[in-house]
């Protein structure tokens, strides 16, 4: 089960290229991302925190209600990303799903109970949902297929510097305001509005897409509609194994509550915790442009297998501390595994789906890693709970390494020899 094979694997001269030449929309989407971010990286610093030593939640209930609001992501990505093809529209969804994650932010201070804490988070992550399939399609719209991976990087790497900025801010404000978690989850609604406010003023977008030519040539939006959900059955051999490995992938990754609940968990006090996601995500930032890059270059399996080891080794180090500074490492090694990984699959994604159906693939394929995520987190709190925080991080190890095995297993090739894909 695999990606591209090596020979479709593209090494054009423009790779190298600065960052800068990339089209202005996709440095909108990446400094909304960062906008973004910055708020939900400060909620979500806290957030773990908050519902387990103020509002009594189990780690089981937390991995429930960190599974379920992810999981409502990726199930709204699905049919944002069909409506967008269908209508041939990428920015009122983008703008739409920035809005109502904007809108959840107030919530989470005003929470008082866990079911609030749920309600919010969901309304949160229904907007990610509504705005991830058309966003990551327009960057595919806008950029040549020979520096997608260059693109992904640069709006994850942007995307990144808000979720160190986010933390930064949690932990300056629990110092300045004396460890009063309320108030600071306040500063998460500025920087939601500005991003907002940004990407309704400057995303462009192309003013026909393949799927709006489609429902013209084809006599209506009935006929397009229908065209569409054949076509979908239809998707590349190649797409579907791009999909089943992001689900894998999944499995092996829960979600990073996990790593702020194992620095607490291990002596470190509330205001520093966030610092976690903060050494996470530093390295994440600096890493993903460049191993975007690396992805417009290399084979694409090479990259997965680095990218699984790497995780395999953040779960066993996070398994292992004894120490909040052990605990750094494994977050700092989690971070290079995203980075790693995140663009790559996006770049697989758009590499491998027809046009028209793109954001379609986009959502079916977050959708795939959302139940994943579910899964994964569930497995991840139960884990937990009943064994401790080491088995819950053995577990992910398990995945992982399991995950790197398979992508190391050559398949025959069309002359029935074995053979090394680039995937």
């Avoid at 593209?10 to 906008?35: E, I, N, Q, Y």
């Avoid at 509330?270 to 930032?285: D, E, K, Q, R, S």
């Avoid at 700092?332 to 994604?349: E, F, N, P, R, Y």
């Amino acid at each position: 089960m695999s990606p591209p094979p090596e020979e479709e694997v593209t090494r054009p001269d423009d790779v190298a290229r600065s960052p800068v030449t990339l089209p202005r929309t996709v440095w909108v989407l990446g400094f909304g991302s960062l906008l973004m971010d910055t708020s939900s990286e400060l909620v979500h610093g806290l957030l773990p925190i908050y519902m387990a030593g103020v509002l009594g939640a189990s780690m089981a209930t937390i991995g429930v209600v960190e599974g379920v609001a992810e999981a409502t992501a990726a199930i709204t990505k699905v049919f944002s990303g069909a409506l967008s093809d269908l209508v041939g529209r990428r920015k009122p969804l983008v703008v739409l799903g920035y809005g109502l994650s904007a809108l959840s932010k107030p919530a989470f201070p005003l929470a008082s109970s866990i079911a609030t804490v749920f309600a919010a988070r969901f309304v949160d992550r229904v907007g990610k949902g509504i705005r991830g399939a058309p966003r990551d399609a327009l960057v595919a719209d806008v950029v040549e297929p020979a520096r997608r991976g260059a693109a992904y990087g640069l709006r994850q790497a942007l995307d990144s510097v808000g979720a160190v900025i986010g933390p930064t801010l949690a932990v300056v404000g629990m110092l300045l305001l004396a460890g009063d978690l309320e108030t600071v989850l306040w500063g998460a609604v500025v920087p939601a509005a500005l991003a907002v406010t940004l990407l309704a003023l400057a995303v462009r977008e192309p003013e026909t897409s393949p799927m709006a030519a489609t429902a013209v040539r084809g006599g209506g939006w009935r006929a397009a509609l229908g065209w569409r959900l054949r076509d979908v059955a239809h998707l590349p051999r190649r797409y579907w194994s791009v999909v089943a490995l992001g689900g894998l992938f999944t499995l092996a990754r829960f979600s990073e509550a996990f790593l702020v609940l194992r620095a607490q968990d291990l002596g470190l006090s509330m205001t520093w915790v966030p610092g976690v996601l903060i050494v996470t995500n530093v390295v994440y930032a600096l890493v993903a442009y460049p191993a975007g890059r690396a992805a417009d270059r290399w084979p694409a399996r090479r990259l997965l297998v680095v990218g699984l080891v790497v995780l395999v080794a953040a779960d066993l180090v996070l398994a292992g501390s004894t120490s909040p500074g052990l605990a750094a490492c494994g977050a700092a090694l989690w971070g290079l595994h995203m980075a790693v990984t995140q663009g790559l699959m996006a770049k697989l994604v758009a590499d491998t789906a027809p046009p028209a159906l793109r954001a379609t693939a986009f959502g079916i394929f977050h959708l795939i890693g959302g139940l994943a995520l579910l899964l994964a987190s569930v497995i991840a709190g139960a884990l937990w709970s009943l064994f401790g925080a080491p088995a819950t991080f053995l577990a992910g190890a398990v995945f992982a390494g399991a995950a790197a095995g398979g992508l190391l297993v050559p398949r025959p090739g069309r002359n029935g020899r074995r053979r090394e894909e680039a995937s």
